[in-house]
């Protein structure tokens, strides 16, 4: 075969384009396709060919068309891989199911023109060079990857490329150094790599199918034989995590506590079962439940419990005080909500809260402070919780630290990375997933979070309301003892390995000093 790239041989004849509607509609279908990565089964192999179909679809175009191309892979991307969305506003929001759509809508129309701004950038580069193109194709998809998780207010990093490719144990690896975005890189690049072998005018056939073979066998040798080098982390600590299972509701009644005087009783006697692995931590999740320490009956309940079990005792709660930033919005002497995890340690005693720092857009509070502000002004419920300022650290009898992360910021690499920097030995997860009923947001969120441990080489404890209730070790094994939709506590280990690795190597230095 002689050389030129294969897109030439779809051109029967000299000057001969393909249609902008063919290239449009392959930039949508391979959009779609993508999102088989992250639902259903969960077929990782899209991940690593959809870009490269999309990067074939913007060479020898106008710049309009790519940016066309990339529009809708984005779009159809969201549209078939977060259907989720529309179902949790129309049915917990509280619009019609038209507004839940429309939302989603906007959503996909977003991620489109990031998307899109991708593929313009990479037919820009193809202009000068389809190698160069193909080279920056990795660098520039992350760049808009890092765009989206940084929007202002509307911050949405679900769903990132390098997630499909961190399901494997041995790849996983590699975001202890580089985080997800290196997952991400890694993959776009694989993409890049099968479009440049497509479309390159420098390649031979020989030297297509030989680049190709060998990033092939090495990605295939490091996912198949990368697992078993991995190491198996002691464990010297248990956490009892349990699901409470409390159904969805959208408002809570007077007499809820002796409405669920029954559930409580349950939920007490399987935290504080006797278990051979002998707990030190007792977890709650965030709940669709009216726990608040200002309301005496939680907090008798908790204080309760936490003496009982013997051991500090984490739970979700909204917890009702002054603005903890001069920024917000409050009458004189009013209290304002906060979505908070508190700790009870073994004499009953709130001794740490953590207030949500980054709250669900729409859903928590309203993205924008001037909206904000202007609707605050008028009703005080509007506008919903009110954000935390301060990624706080406990400390647990035993000596280790930890922190809190709480729902939605586990999607957040950079954020989750600050309790680590300020000396989180163990990262705790509480979560009601429930909103997202049955639909594959839960599978994408545990996805996601089990990714945290991996890039800070720590313990992670998940807890949730009605699924995925789990362990996770500093490698990014999963340990998941509960089955959804199901009222139980499991006893899940837990060990603050990287002291030992630390205290280690601050040994290590002491024999260097003295030679």
Not at 159 to 175: F, M, R, S
Not at 414 to 426: H, I, K, P, S, T
Not at 441 to 461: D, F, G, P, S, T
Request: aromatic share 12%.
């Amino acid at each position: 075969m002689p050389r030129g790239g294969w897109l030439t041989y779809l051109r029967p004849q000299a000057g001969l384009e393909i249609p902008a509607s063919f290239r449009l509609v392959v930039g949508a279908v391979s959009g779609a396709a993508i999102s088989l990565s992250y639902t259903g089964h969960y077929l990782g192999i899209y991940s690593w060919v959809c870009v490269g179909i999309l990067l074939l679809s913007l060479f020898g175009v106008r710049a309009r068309v790519a940016f066309g191309c990339g529009f809708l892979h984005g779009l159809l991307f969201v549209l078939t891989a977060l259907p989720w969305i529309a179902t949790v506003l129309a049915v917990h929001g509280g619009i019609s199911p038209a507004g839940g759509w429309s939302l989603l809508l906007l959503i996909a129309v977003v991620w489109g023109i990031l998307t899109g701004g991708f593929a313009w950038s990479v037919h820009r580069l193809s202009c000068q060079s389809i190698d160069l193109a193909c080279l920056s194709a990795p660098f520039l998809w992350v760049t808009f990857e890092f765009a989206r998780a940084h929007l202002p207010e509307i911050s949405f990093p679900w769903n990132l490329l390098g997630y499909p490719a961190a399901a494997n144990l041995g790849l996983v690896q590699l975001a202890t150094i580089t985080g997800i975005y290196g997952l991400s890189f890694l993959a776009a690049g694989f993409n890049a790599l099968l479009a440049w072998a497509g479309a390159s005018n420098t390649l031979t056939a020989r030297a297509r199918v030989t680049y190709t073979a060998a990033a092939t066998a090495i990605l295939l040798s490091a996912a198949l034989v990368g697992p078993r080098l991995v190491p198996q982390p002691q464990v010297h600590h248990f956490a009892r995590a349990v699901q409470l299972n409390f159904p969805e509701v959208e408002s809570y009644p007077a007499d809820w506590f002796q409405a669920h005087a029954s559930d409580l009783d349950e939920i007490a006697r399987i935290s504080l079962t006797p278990a051979a692995e002998k707990p030190d931590l007792l977890i709650w999740p965030e709940a669709p439940a009216p726990f608040s320490y200002q309301d005496v009956q939680f907090a008798k309940i908790a204080s309760t419990l936490a003496i009982r079990f013997g051991h500090p005792f984490l739970a979700g709660a909204i917890e009702w005080k002054p603005p903890v930033d001069p920024s917000d919005f409050a009458s004189h002497g009013s209290l304002l909500p906060y979505n908070s995890a508190l700790l009870f340690d073994a004499q009953g005693r709130r001794v740490f809260v953590y207030d949500k720092v980054h709250l669900v857009p729409f859903g928590e509070y309203e993205p924008f402070p001037l909206i904000h502000r202007l609707v605050a002004s008028v009703s005080g419920q509007v506008g919903g919780f009110h954000k935390g300022n301060r990624y706080v650290v406990g400390q647990l009898p035993s000596g280790n630290t930890f922190g809190v992360f709480i729902c939605y910021e586990a999607i957040f690499p950079g954020e989750v990375r600050r309790f680590a920097a300020n000396g989180a030995q163990l990262l705790i997860n509480i979560s009601n997933d429930g909103w997202f009923g049955r639909s594959a947001a839960a599978e994408q969120h545990l996805r996601m979070a089990r990714v945290r441990a991996v890039e800070n080489r720590r313990w992670l404890v998940r807890a949730t309301n009605n699924g995925f209730t789990v362990s996770v070790d500093p490698y990014g094994r999963v340990f998941r003892p509960i089955p959804p939709d199901l009222r139980a506590a499991a006893d899940l280990r837990w060990f603050a390995w990287l002291c030992v690795l630390v205290s280690v190597i601050l040994v290590g230095t002491t024999f260097r000093k003295a030679k």
